[in-house]
C-alpha cells in the first residue's frame, strides 16, 4: 500500500505539470522517419542519429507502430510509466535490502516507511521531466530496475545462475538508454565476472551482456560512420568544463535546500547501520551459505579455495549499497566535468536517484519487552533508535512538504545570464499554454507560425534563414534547378524539436548546433558558451552546402556576405571535410559501410573551424 500511495501522488504531481519539451519532439522526428520507410534518420537521406537514447527511440516507435496513436500523446503516456515504475523499483528493491536483513528479528518487528522517494519527488525538476517526452524516465527506471535485481542478487548465493544472466542482460543495455551509463553497466558485468563460477558461465554473462549492445554499435559505426550518438559530438560529452559543472550544480541545490534532506538521509543511514550492525547481517549469512560443506568446485577455477571469500565479499548486500552509491558519485562527477546540462536539474536528476536508492524506504523497529537473564522484562534498546530515525524521517517529510509548496520559479520568459533555465516554464510563457505537448501547441513560439508560411511559398530546394523579424523568413533559392527527389525546402534554426514536428518529412530540418548536422557538430566549441549550445554554424555555410544563391542580385539576403559565403564553398573543398559529410550523405553499400566502420573513431575527433577563413586555413595552409 505505502508503494501505491508514493506512486500515486508522484503521478499526480507530474501530471499536474505534463509537458513535452523542444528537446522532447526532437526524438519524434527520428520516429516519423522510421515509420514511413525512410529509416532511423532526422532528415530523409542523411543518416545521421539526433537521439542520445537509442533504446528510447525504439522503445517509442514500437509503441506508436502497435498503437497507432498519435506520438507526442505515444511519448507522453511511456515516460510517465516509466518515471512512475523507477520509484516504485526503488521502493522494492529497499523493501527488500530491508527485508531480508531486518524482517524476523526476535526482539522487534520492521514497518517500512518511504524517506528517500519523498525527497526525490519533492524537488520540482522530478515532476517535470517525468512527462517531458525526453529519456529522463527510462534512465531512471533502468537504474531502479538493476537496484532492485542487484540487491535481491546478493541474497540469492550460489543459486543465482538465472538471476546474473538476466543482469548482464540487462546491464548491457546501459548505454543505448544513454551512453553515461556504460559506466555503471560495465562495472556491473565486471562484478559478476568476479564472482566466482565456471568458464563457460562467465561465457555466457559475456555473451547475455554483449549481444544486443555489440551488435548496435558495429550497426552504428557503419551506418551513421560515429562511434556514439551525434549529439555526443555537437555538445562535445568528453570535454571538461568543471566551471559550469559546479555551477549548474548549485543552480540545483541551492533553491530548493537539498542540501538539508541529503544529510538528514545520510545520518539516517548511519543510524540505520549502527542499530543492526553485526548481529544475524546478511554478510554473515552469505558466508556461512558459501563455507557449507556442499559446496563444490568450479571447473576453471584456479583457485577454488578463494570462492567462498570472494563471494563472501562480492555477493552481499553491503556491497551492492556500496556499489550504488559509489556509480551515483561517478555519475555526478561525470555531470559537473562536462558542465552540466542548459535544463535546470535535468542531468543531475539520475545521480540523485542512485544516491538516494539505499533509503528509497527507511525500515522503524517496533521493540518489544523482552526478558533478561535475570528473569524480569526490559525495553529493548531499539526504544531510543526508533525514536531517532522517526525524528529524521518527520525532517525529510517536513522539508518535502515545504518544497512543494513554496518552489515556484514564477515567469520565466528568457535565458539567465548562467544559461541555466527552467525549460518548462520557459516554454510555457512563450507558448501561451499552460501544458505544451502537440507540436501545434509550440505554434505561438516566436518565429514558427512564419516559418510555415514561409514553406508555403518557397521555391523548391530553398534555405530558409531566420532574422530579426519573427514575421519574416530570409527565402533563399538555389542557383541551379532541383530535380523532384530534393527537399522541399531546408530550414535552419535552433528550436530543433518544435521546427521538425511542425514540418513535413520532406522538409530538411537543420540546427545550428549540431544534434542533427554533423557540419554544425563538428565546429570548435565557442569559448565559455552556453552548456549545449556552445556550437554555432554560421547561416554563410549553410547557403555554401545546400548550393543556394550566393550573390545579392540572385537572391541572397542583405545580412549575409557574399565573400562569407564565397570562403565556406572554398572551406567545404576540405578533403577531410568532404570524407566527412560523405560518410552520412553517399550511398550506403558494402564499401561505403565498412569504410565508415573503419574511419568512424577518426570523425568522432575531427573538428573544423567556426569561420570560413580560419577553416581555410587550417586546412590548406596548416
Request: aromatic share 10%; net charge neutral.
Amino acid at each position: 500500500m505505502g508503494i501505491l500511495a508514493v506512486i500515486s501522488l508522484f503521478a499526480f504531481g507530474a501530471w499536474q505539470r505534463r509537458w513535452i519539451s523542444d528537446d522532447g519532439l526532437i526524438v519524434l522526428r527520428t520516429v516519423r522517419n522510421i515509420l514511413a520507410g525512410n529509416g532511423p534518420v532526422f532528415n530523409a537521406g542523411e543518416r545521421v542519429e539526433a537521439n542520445t537514447s537509442t533504446l528510447w527511440t525504439y522503445i517509442v516507435t514500437f509503441a506508436g507502430w502497435a498503437t497507432g496513436s498519435r506520438l507526442e500523446y505515444v511519448v507522453l503516456t511511456l515516460a510517465l510509466l516509466f518515471s512512475v515504475s523507477a520509484l516504485a523499483l526503488a521502493m522494492l528493491g529497499s523493501a527488500r535490502l530491508y527485508g531480508q536483513t531486518l524482517f524476523g528479528r526476535p526482539a522487534s518487528a520492521v514497518v517500512l516507511m518511504p524517506g528517500g522517494v519523498i525527497a526525490y519527488l519533492a524537488v520540482p525538476p522530478a515532476r517535470d521531466f517525468a512527462t517531458s517526452g525526453l529519456e529522463s524516465g527510462l534512465v531512471l527506471a533502468w537504474i531502479g530496475l538493476m537496484w532492485w535485481l542487484l540487491v535481491r542478487w546478493s541474497f540469492a548465493g550460489r543459486h543465482a545462475g538465472a538471476a546474473t544472466l538476466l543482469i548482464a542482460f540487462i546491464a548491457g543495455l546501459g548505454p543505448l538508454v544513454r551512453p553515461e551509463l556504460a559506466v555503471l553497466g560495465g562495472l556491473a558485468i565486471i562484478v559478476l565476472l568476479l564472482v566466482p563460477s565456471g568458464l563457460l558461465f562467465r561465457i555466457a554473462i559475456v555473451a547475455a551482456a554483449g549481444v544486443i549492445p555489440v551488435t548496435y554499435q558495429v550497426f552504428r559505426m557503419g551506418y551513421y560512420a560515429l562511434p556514439y550518438p551525434s549529439t555526443a559530438v555537437a555538445k562535445d560529452a568528453g570535454g571538461a568544463r568543471w566551471d559550469k559543472g559546479w555551477m549548474y550544480l548549485g543552480d540545483l541545490v541551492g533553491p530548493y535546500w537539498l542540501w538539508l534532506p541529503v544529510v538528514v538521509l545520510v545520518l539516517l543511514s548511519v543510524v540505520i547501520l549502527i542499530q543492526f550492525r553485526g548481529r544475524d547481517g546478511a554478510v554473515g549469512r552469505d558466508a556461512r551459505s558459501v563455507n557449507s560443506p556442499d559446496e563444490s568446485t568450479v571447473v576453471g577455477d584456479s583457485d577454488p579455495a578463494a570462492r567462498p571469500v570472494l563471494r563472501a565479499r562480492l555477493q552481499t548486500p553491503t556491497f551492492v549499497v556500496a556499489f550504488f552509491l559509489a556509480n551515483g558519485l561517478l555519475l555526478g562527477t561525470y555531470v559537473i566535468r562536462v558542465g552540466g546540462d542548459f535544463m535546470h536539474g535535468r542531468t543531475l536528476l539520475p545521480v540523485l536517484f542512485t544516491l538516494l536508492l539505499p533509503v528509497a524506504v527507511v525500515p522503524l523497529t517496533v521493540p518489544r519487552r523482552v526478558k533478561t537473564r535475570s528473569g524480569p522484562t526490559r525495553r529493548h534498546y531499539g526504544y531510543r533508535v526508533s525514536g531517532v530515525i522517526v525524528a529524521f524521517w518527520v525532517g525529510v517529510m517536513t522539508w518535502s512538504g515545504v518544497i512543494v509548496i513554496v518552489s515556484d520559479p514564477g515567469v520565466v520568459d528568457g535565458v539567465p545570464d548562467h544559461g541555466i533555465v527552467d525549460e518548462r516554464q520557459f516554454y510555457r510563457y512563450w507558448t501561451n499554454v499552460a501544458h505544451p505537448i502537440l507540436a501545434e501547441d509550440y505554434i505561438e513560439y516566436p518565429r514558427m507560425e512564419s516559418m510555415l508560411d514561409a514553406q508555403e511559398v518557397a521555391p523548391r530546394g530553398a534555405v530558409l534563414l531566420p532574422t530579426a523579424d519573427q514575421y519574416y523568413w530570409a527565402v533563399v533559392p538555389l542557383a541551379e534547378p532541383v530535380d523532384g527527389n530534393a527537399p522541399a525546402s531546408t530550414v535552419f534554426f535552433l528550436q530543433l524539436g518544435m521546427t521538425s514536428m511542425l514540418s513535413p518529412l520532406d522538409v530538411r530540418i537543420l540546427d545550428p548546433v549540431g544534434l542533427a548536422y554533423p557540419l554544425a557538430g563538428h565546429t570548435e566549441r565557442i569559448p565559455g558558451g552556453r552548456i549545449g549550445h556552445d556550437k554555432f554554424l554560421l547561416p554563410d555555410w549553410v547557403i555554401a552546402d545546400s548550393g543556394a544563391v550566393t550573390s545579392r542580385a540572385a537572391g541572397l539576403p542583405g545580412f549575409l556576405d557574399p565573400e562569407w559565403v564565397a570562403d565556406s564553398q572554398e572551406a567545404l573543398n576540405c578533403p577531410q571535410t568532404q570524407k566527412l559529410l560523405g560518410g552520412y550523405r553517399d550511398e550506403l553499400n558494402t564499401g561505403q559501410f565498412l569504410r565508415n566502420l573503419k574511419d568512424s573513431m577518426w570523425r568522432s575527433s575531427y573538428r573544423i573551424e567556426r569561420l570560413p577563413a580560419d577553416e581555410i586555413e587550417r586546412c590548406f595552409s596548416g
